[in-house]
């Protein structure tokens, strides 16, 4: 009895989920202070029901025309002396006013849904931007994007449906079933009614299997699609290892779990619509039946007989229609719901309420007794304590995992400190808020990453608001200005996509560029030349030298000798202070900085002479 009852629970799970997604949505139909939405929306609905009112009306001047053209029954008042072809007319002109409120309806709706899937789409974006740092490097990108997609069509797809298909068909099918019952008898009512339920039960049931087969497409597909997207960001590593082969077959794998839900989607789909069509027939067949001896029994007339089978075509399409409804319906609330799980992921950094904005009076940075761990069983940094004055130059040094980069890392507040202090002009950067932060420090990475867009775009994204000038005085100071005017297309070039089009010399110096425009007060060098070639090293740390002048520089170095000019220099080991003190003084101490310092020039000489 446990696995009824834990599926009992699952469902009852998924019901409430479900509810809780149309909850959310329903702020966006119909929205506080928007009365222009709303108003549109009680049209919608308006023009919803007279497009059902004259669908249900249509029957009747059907019947009409029939038992005119037999010379049959007694027309009403209304329609005395409009004889077979008026009738036909009005006939002609009701599924017209159908179609045409219809349209209307749509029209009308159309700007409603639109402004709730831009709303909707604008605040996922802007909340995936808000999540931390930890985050996005343990999220597959390709499925981010999956998820952002699928979520933000459902919305439309569920407000449309939901209004315009359910709702119009329950309204039809309460209309059909009173007529029915008031214009025949109470046995054309049961059949209907059963036909309905027994159509409706069927259809949900089958749908809900469904939709499970249909999730477990949904997670092959952005399984698959990760992979795609994955391989392609890596392009040049695939080929590097000749890897093209094992990259195909990590896919193909991935969609054969796709292709077999797939194939089931498609036998359930075939056993839904025999169903379906199987329930109706006979619904449809109880009914001409019994109006079949009606008319044998002159109760009824020809154009009766035609209108109960009118009626049945009327209500057998939407009918048809709603297994197909239902399920996207479903999978729309599965798709939002994944969104709306996005949208509930706290950000882990946030501002505090009311925080002011950081005021930067020369720019000291100062960390006190930081400890920070990315985890709790893996602490980074156990107290460091370090101080940038206004102005000066602090470079930071040590083995890969001594916390260097994470420095950098909590200056920009993509994290916060576990203990501890992370202070600008005095000011914590966890009581300031983000924004101004930002705007405060530049960094200039180890690999500068491009939009793929024009080199015009990538320098002007250091400051969007600076004039044509000021972008080309940012590039000449990053000497790349002439380099630029060299290509065919100026400024105006595309640099592809992560900018591979330029060389690793050419996008540091967009990168700089970039910096430069935007003219911070504290610049962080994140190894920003290690990644680069001695020759082209050389070039770009001329301009980086430039570039911290009259700014408080921190660096964080692999080549020691980029950072020998700094004001001091502080080895970290195993997320300790080791050392400090400028270079001259760290030499003559005979350290761990001096260690590193002569194994890192006996490797160069021993290039040199090779």
Same mark, same amino acid.
């Given at each position: ?38 108003? $549109? ?34 027309? @009403? ?49 802007? +909340?995936? +931007?808000?999540?931390?740092? !930890? ?30 298909? #359910?709702?119009?068909? /329950? ?14 008898? /109470? ?37 698959? %699609? ?19 082969? !094992? ?7 991935? =969609? ?16 839904? %619509? ?34 109960? %089978?009118?009626?049945? =075509? ?14 996207? #319906? ?78 950098? !890392? ?27 932060? +930002? ?15 024009? #080199?015009?775009? %990538? ?28 290509? @065919? ?30 003219? @911070? ?48 220099? /502080? ?11 400028? +270079? ?14 002569? $194994? ?11």
């Amino acid at each position: 009895m446990r696995p009824a009852s834990s599926s009992a629970e699952i469902a009852a799970l998924e019901r409430g989920r479900a509810l809780k997604t149309i909850r959310r949505v329903g702020p966006y139909l119909w929205p506080d202070g928007q009365g222009w939405v709303k108003r $549109r929306v009680v049209l919608a609905l308006a023009m919803l029901v007279l497009a059902k009112v004259i669908s249900v009306a249509i029957p009747f001047v059907y019947k009409e025309a029939v038992d005119t053209l037999a010379g049959e029954g007694q027309s @009403p008042a209304w329609m005395l002396g409009a004889g077979a072809v008026g009738i036909t007319i009005a006939y002609g002109m009701a599924r017209l006013l159908n179609v045409g409120f219809q349209q209307l309806r749509d029209a009308v709706f159309a700007k409603v849904g639109q402004r709730a899937l831009r709303t909707l789409a604008l605040e996922t974006f802007t +909340h995936i +931007h808000r999540l931390s740092m !930890r985050y996005h490097i343990t999220r597959k990108t390709g499925g981010l994007s999956r998820i952002i997609e699928r979520g933000v069509k459902g919305v439309e797809f569920l407000l449309r449906f939901l209004l315009f298909s #359910i709702g119009p068909l /329950v309204l039809e099918l309460l209309m059909v079933a009173v007529i029915f019952y008031v214009v025949f008898d /109470v046995w054309y009512l049961a059949i209907v009614v059963l036909t309905i339920a027994a159509y409706v039960t069927f259809t949900f049931r089958v749908t809900e299997w469904r939709v499970k087969i249909r999730r477990q497409m949904n997670d092959q597909d952005t399984d698959a %699609n990760q992979k795609a997207i994955d391989s392609l960001l890596n392009f040049e590593t695939v080929k590097y290892f000749g890897a093209e082969r !094992r990259e195909a077959e990590r896919y193909d794998a991935a =969609m054969v779990g796709y292709e077999a839900a797939a194939i089931k989607t498609s036998y359930s789909l075939a056993f839904l %619509n025999f169903g379906q069509s199987l329930l109706i027939t006979a619904g449809l067949i109880g009914v001409m039946i019994l109006a079949a001896m009606g008319v044998q029994a002159g109760d009824l007339t020809v154009g009766d007989f035609v209108m109960v %089978n009118a009626y049945m =075509m009327q209500i057998t399409t939407p009918l048809n229609f709603l297994g197909t409804v239902y399920r996207e #319906i479903r999978q729309s609330l599965v798709d939002m719901g994944e969104m709306f799980d996005l949208l509930g992921q706290p950000a882990e950094v946030q501002t505090k309420p009311d925080a002011p904005a950081l005021k930067v009076t020369g720019g000291a940075v100062e960390l006190r007794d930081v400890a920070f761990g990315y985890d709790d069983e893996r602490p980074i940094l156990k107290g460091v304590s370090i101080s940038v004055p206004v102005g000066g130059s602090v470079a930071l040094v040590g083995p890969s995992g001594s916390g260097k980069s994470t420095i950098g !890392r909590l200056l920009f507040r993509f994290y916060d400190v576990n203990d501890g202090a992370l202070l600008i002009d005095g000011q914590d950067v966890r009581d300031v808020t983000q924004e101004s932060l +930002h705007a405060a420090i530049g960094v200039v990475p180890q690999d500068t990453v491009l939009f793929n867009d024009t #080199i015009y775009y %990538n320098i002007a994204y250091g400051r969007p608001e600076a004039s044509k000038e000021e972008v080309e005085g940012a590039a000449k100071a990053a000497k790349i200005h002439d380099f630029i005017q060299s290509l @065919p297309h100026g400024y105006n070039t595309l640099v592809g996509e992560r900018g591979l089009k330029l060389s690793g010399g050419e996008k540091q110096r967009v990168g700089i560029a970039r910096t430069l425009l935007k003219n @911070p007060p504290i610049l962080l060098l994140d190894e920003a030349t290690s990644a680069l070639d001695s020759e082209t090293e050389a070039e770009i740390q001329s301009e980086l030298k430039a570039m911290g002048h009259g700014r408080t520089v921190l660096s964080i170095a692999h080549r020691l000798s980029t950072i020998v000019d700094a004001d001091e220099i /502080v080895v970290l080991e195993n997320g300790l202070v080791a050392e400090r003190g400028c +270079h001259d003084d760290l030499l003559a101490l005979g350290g761990r900085y001096a260690a590193m310092w002569q $194994r890192q020039q006996a490797g160069e000489e021993g290039e040199a002479a090779a």
